[in-house]
């Protein structure tokens, strides 16, 4: 467990965590566009399973869209004659004999209807015609009762002769398989088909559950009813689908078809699918697979459109109500089974569906999530996320800076983004009708963004395990220099300077005495200080002991190691403060003498590195700001540092040093002091 964190955290601290964050930016991306594509049913359970986050969510976000703004109904062209409780317990469970259903028809017809559309399919004879009770008569019956009854017209020929006589549309089921009652095919009015082949994109069904071929015949209007459902919910119903290879209406545009006298239903295949399907003047812009998306409005709107069958039979009916009116006859009893769940969370008979397609056309509203939609979003997305992985990593960005040692700031970013676009899904869905996936938005960007921060987040440990680390280094650097402190200002110990590299000491005292003979320096240099700073240099790389000891020599130290070095001060200050705590005990603290060595050896430390011209480190001080102390240090110190082998390089000759370091006069080092090195050092016997 403890391999797979480690390999997961270098993978998340790789890059800055920029490979892992287009890795999820590409998978997420992949998955958000399998979830929209049409797959083929042996992989479609595999693909909605792994895609069911984004398709999910794109689907409430959508529902959310209409809750906050259901459709309004404009007008009411449908009326929906209803097989309700009240007409059941008066004339009897369903289904009623078609004779009977034959008398409803008769009584709607009355009131010349635009077109009547069946919610119903009748594949089976039917048990209580006269020719069927003829054969189900008991043993004994008399033979000229039984040829009486086969005499009278079946209820099938009387529910044709109703179903000729009225503009009528039957419905039909799709299967994916064929059944015992299931046919290759309807009889129906053949579709014109304009700019290409559409049954590459429509549903396709293998057979279709009709009704018997009798009444088929009879009915002006064949179409299909079923409808598939997206997580128990009717959310996009087909204007047309494929029965085997015969393109076939659905329900709405053959009702249109038969109202408006059209010869046929128009569509129009483009690239990329199917483009509009239209009747008469009406042309309908639909998805690639020929389906569209239903606006529902709430059912307490629809509320006016129904009438109960038996209301219509006995004549109590306004006759407003189906006079030029699209009727549908369908099933709404609670014990019929036929409810669906619709965008809004109602529950509604099926008929309810279709007439609300109907309401839509008729209104003009379509709801359509066009084919360039998605690539338009998933290019966004692609160029959020690729700014995102490119910007938030920099740690010269400020916002990232931010980003990093503020992580629930991403949170907060991550969610007004999303709540940005989803009210941009909102305003287009009410404005245009246009169904923009915010959704996928959030899911991915939430991954990229989650990656980044926490790659941010596993470097802060890091880099705070680094500086405890680092500080834990720096504290036993300190107390150890503390220790040569304490033992360099004890008296008792003064010989002590003896085991530290003599010619440092000697050149470090004697560019100090000289230095003090000049009136720019006397004032700063007396006895105690000359003595001091002699006594310190051989201690001015104290900060060097906050490496480890097997970086002192070798390869040449890395940025990282060099950063180390640049924090001297640190470590003086700490020696300093773990000196005085030493001394204290001793009394010596506060005297003059410590006081004094102690502030020398801080400024040496912290200061040796800066240059005169203000390009040195850490604080990039210059000229006069530099400590004197640090400045005499610092000519001494590199001399030394030329004139002796280094890692990265070999020691030079006596002459080459002098000759560099006045080539440094005025910009590295302080002109006067070099030319008081340059004079001492003739003077002395330098090894």
Excluded at 424 to 452: K, Q, T
Excluded at 499 to 523: C, G, I, K, M
């Amino acid at each position: 467990m403890h391999a797979v964190m480690g390999l997961l955290r270098r993978a998340f601290l790789y890059g800055r965590g920029r490979p892992i964050a287009i890795v999820i930016l590409l998978w997420t991306t992949t998955l958000s566009v399998i979830s929209e594509l049409p797959t083929d049913p042996t992989v479609e359970e595999l693909s909605s399973d792994i895609t069911r986050p984004f398709r999910s969510a794109r689907q409430f976000l959508f529902d959310s869209y209409q809750k906050y703004y259901p459709r309004e109904p404009l007008s009411q062209p449908v009326t929906i004659v209803a097989v309700d409780e009240t007409s059941l317990a008066r004339i009897g469970q369903w289904p009623w004999p078609r004779n009977k259903l034959a008398e409803l028809i008769d009584a709607i017809d009355f009131y010349q209807p635009a077109a009547i559309g069946f919610d119903m399919y009748m594949p089976e004879a039917d048990q209580t015609s006269p020719d069927r009770v003829a054969d189900n008569l008991p043993p004994g019956t008399s033979p000229e009762l039984a040829e009486q009854l086969r005499a009278l017209p079946s209820h099938e020929t009387r529910l044709a002769q109703s179903l000729r006589s009225v503009p009528s549309v039957l419905g039909a089921a799709g299967f994916d398989f064929t059944t015992y009652t299931s046919s290759a095919g309807l009889r129906t009015a053949p579709l014109s088909i304009n700019g290409g082949d559409a049954l590459p994109y429509v549903r396709r069904f293998e057979a279709v559950l009709a009704s018997l071929p009798e009444l088929q015949a009879a009915a002006r209007g064949q179409a299909i009813l079923s409808v598939d459902l997206e997580f128990g919910v009717v959310r996009r119903i087909p204007l047309i689908v494929a029965i085997g290879d015969e393109i076939v209406s659905g329900l709405a545009m053959e009702m249109l078809r038969i109202a408006t006298g059209s010869s046929a239903v128009e569509v129009v295949v483009g690239s990329h699918g199917v483009e509009t399907v239209g009747v008469a003047d009406l042309q309908v812009p639909t998805q690639s697979g020929g389906e569209v998306w239903l606006h529902y409005a709430k059912s307490a709107s629809t509320a006016g459109r129904y009438v109960s069958a038996i209301d219509v039979l006995e004549g109590r009916v306004d006759p407003g109500q189906l006079e030029g009116k699209l009727v549908m006859l369908g099933l709404t009893g609670s014990g019929l089974h036929d409810m669906r769940t619709t965008a809004l969370s109602e529950l509604v008979p099926g008929i309810e569906i279709q007439a609300q397609l109907l309401e839509s056309l008729f209104d003009g509203r379509f709801v359509l999530r066009p084919w360039w939609m998605k690539w338009l979003e998933i290019s966004a997305i692609l160029a959020v996320g690729c700014f995102l992985v490119w910007f938030i990593p920099r740690t010269d960005s400020r916002l990232a800076h931010f980003l990093q040692t503020v992580p629930r700031a991403s949170m907060w970013l991550t969610v007004s983004l999303n709540v940005l676009l989803i009210t941009l899904g909102y305003l287009l869905f009410r404005v245009s009708g246009l169904l923009f996936d915010a959704s996928s938005f959030f899911i991915i960007l939430s991954g990229v963004m989650g990656s980044l921060v926490s790659s941010a987040i596993i470097e802060i440990e890091r880099v705070a395990k680094d500086k405890a680390e680092h500080e834990q280094r720096i504290r036993e650097a300190a107390n150890l220099i503390a220790g040569n402190l304490v033992t360099s200002i004890d008296a008792r110990a003064s010989t002590a300077v003896a085991t530290r590299p003599q010619q440092v000491a000697r050149l470090t005292a004697s560019l100090a005495t000289e230095a003090s003979r000049h009136p720019d320096f006397a004032s700063q240099l007396d006895t105690d200080a000359v003595e001091h700073i002699g006594r310190i240099a051989p201690l001015r790389d104290a900060g060097i002991e906050a490496l480890p000891a097997d970086r002192l020599h070798g390869e040449p130290l890395t940025e990282s190691e060099l950063a180390l070095i640049e924090q001297y001060g640190e470590v003086a200050g700490i020696a300093v403060a773990a000196a005085r705590a030493r001394l204290k005990t001793d009394g010596l603290a506060d005297t003059p003498d410590a006081i004094a060595y102690l502030h020398h050896f801080r400024d040496i430390v912290e200061s040796q590195h800066e240059w005169w011209n203000g390009e040195g480190y850490p604080r990039g001080l210059a000229g006069d700001a530099i400590p004197l102390a640090a400045r005499i240090v610092a000519v001494v110190d590199c001399y030394e540092d030329l004139i002796n082998n280094q890692p990265h390089r070999p020691a030079i000759e006596h002459d080459e040093a002098i000759a560099f370091i006045r080539n440094a006069s005025g910009s590295q080092f302080d002109p006067r002091l070099v030319e008081y090195f340059t004079d001492v050092e003739k003077t002395l016997d330098i090894e």
